[in-house]
């Protein structure tokens, strides 16, 4: 007697061990299009290891677009004004800046003028501007693509949100 209740104590909590189980953004809200949580702003990482990299692509990626700057002096100005508090770190800054460039550079070299959308060219040339400037602190992060409407949020979509009969033997 005491198992059959042992077991049926058990086999009734196991529904309820999931209501405690955290699943990021999954609220009826998400599921329905309602509100839901929103994730945090990612946050900006300013080292001076991601400010190598975001100089070094940066600059990969105008020559890609076709800005004309001189990339060896946007190096020797990035590795003089990193390096100026810690001079140590001049091998390591000039690697990582190196990788970033060459890392996109052979990235973008394949891709089609398309890369180069208007949209895209006016970031490069904020940052670019920037950075020729003497400011190479790293840009903030793209947002996040809106959420669409949740599981639910497409239904009527493709007919502007109305709903519409096409039941062919309704009259009217």
Known sequence: MRMRTCIQALVLSL???????????????????????????????????????????????????????????????FLAAETATAPADAEKLGQMYDVGFRGISKAISAQSEDYCSKQKTLKIKEALNRHLAGDFTPAAPEPAPEEDGGLFGDVGASNGGEFKDSNPFRRD
């Open 15 to 77: 529904p309820l061990a999931g209501c405690g189980a955290s699943i990021p953004n999954l609220t009826t809200g998400a599921l329905f299009g309602g509100e839901a949580a929103k994730p945090a702003a990612p946050q900006i990482t300013n080292d001076p290891t991601s400010r190598a990299m975001q100089v070094g692509t940066t600059s990969a990626r105008a020559l890609k677009c076709g800005f004309h700057f001189d990339p060896v002096k946007l190096r020797t100005q």
